[in-house]
């Protein structure tokens, strides 16, 4: 009876570290990092570049952060700096890419930071 | 089961799995970079640092204060948990440093049942371990005694 409980103990172990070391299907998407409307580089806990444009108010669109540090780092979308009005929060990536699929927003300046490191900060400007 | 948390092999892995767990989330919130999460884990590294040496050094002075790194370890760890549930954010990783940091108070819950007998024991040791220094009314120095 021990040996199957110590194994159940170590299978669930394994499993939640595996879940744990990839990045999960769910907060991706299909989209090719290359085709996507914007990319952002995380770099040295800081985002470049600092204003991304997209052109595609009242339209979904897709942006590709490119994460070159060790730690990890996401993106998500203020209304403002104040962050009183969450529109959007990526999945945490480690150490590679990963492309958000973001509602539409209307045209306008929103402010965007990493959810874990609130010093790193940009502007998204969505243009009609 | 109270026999067998009192002896010292119990007691040797009661601590190596707090120490263990304490290295784990220090790990864990190092690697997340940033001023705050840096300090927190530099925090836990040293906690552990002094529950190994609450538990292996001989000394009297340091067995009599041996109250002190399970207090700092439980209020630091209680405060961080609280403060993650506050700011956030929510990730698997945070996720899983919080299940660990929840070990830790679990772990050493029962190892001050171990020590102490229970948590009014190690009040008790840890009213004794200071009354010498402090001007203590004698009704609170007989309690510790």
């Given at each position: 009876?021990?040996?199957?409980?110590?194994?159940?103990?170590?299978?669930?172990?394994?499993?939640?570290?595996?879940?744990?070391?990839?990045?999960?299907?769910?907060?991706?998407?299909?989209?090719?990092?290359?085709?996507?409307?914007?990319?952002?580089?995380?770099?040295?806990?800081?985002?470049?570049?600092?204003t991304v444009t997209v052109a595609s108010a009242g339209e979904a669109f897709?942006?590709?952060?490119?994460?070159?540090?060790?730690?990890?780092?996401?993106?998500?979308?203020?209304?403002?700096?104040?962050?009183?009005?969450?529109?959007?929060?990526?999945?945490?990536?480690?150490?590679?890419?990963?492309?958000?699929?973001?509602?539409?927003?209307?045209?306008?300046?929103?402010?965007?930071?990493?959810?874990?490191?609130?010093?790193?900060?940009?502007?998204?400007?969505?243009?009609? | 089961?109270?026999?067998?948390?009192?002896?010292?092999?119990?007691?040797?892995?009661?601590?190596?799995?707090?120490?263990?767990?304490?290295?784990?989330?220090?790990?864990?919130?190092?690697?997340?970079?940033?001023?705050?999460?840096?300090?927190?884990?530099?925090?836990?590294?040293?906690?552990?640092?002094?529950?190994?040496?609450?538990?292996?050094?001989?000394?009297?002075?340091?067995?009599?204060?041996?109250?002190?790194?399970?207090?700092?370890?439980?209020?630091?760890?209680?405060?961080?948990?609280?403060?993650?549930?506050?700011?956030?954010?929510?990730?698997?990783?945070?996720?899983?440093?919080?299940?660990?940091?929840?070990?830790?108070?679990?772990?050493?819950?029962?190892?001050?049942?171990?020590?102490?007998?229970?948590?009014?024991?190690?009040?008790?040791?840890?009213?004794?371990?200071?009354?010498?220094?402090?001007?203590?009314?004698?009704?609170?120095?007989?309690?510790?005694?």
């Amino acid at each position: 009876m021990k040996p199957i409980r110590f194994s159940l103990i170590a299978l669930a172990l394994v499993m939640t570290l595996a879940a744990c070391g990839s990045t999960s299907a769910d907060g991706g998407s299909t989209v090719d990092p290359a085709d996507a409307d914007a990319t952002v580089t995380a770099a040295d806990m800081a985002f470049a570049p600092g204003t991304v444009t997209v052109a595609s108010a009242g339209e979904a669109f897709s942006v590709a952060l490119v994460n070159e540090d060790s730690m990890p780092h996401n993106i998500a979308i203020y209304t403002d700096s104040s962050k009183s009005e969450k529109l959007f929060e990526g999945e945490m990536v480690t150490g590679g890419t990963i492309v958000y699929d973001i509602p539409a927003l209307e045209a306008g300046e929103y402010f965007f930071e990493c959810s874990l490191h609130p010093n790193m900060t940009g502007t998204l400007i969505i243009e009609g | 089961m109270t026999q067998v948390l009192r002896t010292r092999a119990a007691g040797a892995v009661l601590t190596a799995a707090i120490v263990g767990l304490t290295l784990a989330t220090a790990y864990i919130h190092l690697g997340l970079g940033g001023l705050l999460f840096t300090l927190n884990g530099l925090g836990y590294a040293g906690l552990a640092g002094l529950i190994v040496v609450g538990a292996a050094a001989p000394m009297p002075i340091i067995q009599r204060f041996s109250w002190f790194p399970r207090v700092a370890l439980a209020g630091y760890t209680a405060m961080t948990i609280a403060g993650y549930l506050v700011m956030g954010p929510y990730f698997s990783l945070g996720f899983i440093a919080k299940g660990i940091e929840v070990g830790i108070l679990t772990l050493l819950a029962v190892d001050v049942v171990r020590v102490y007998g229970s948590p009014m024991g190690l009040v008790r040791a840890a009213v004794a371990s200071v009354a010498p220094f402090l001007p203590l009314p004698q009704r609170v120095r007989a309690l510790a005694a």
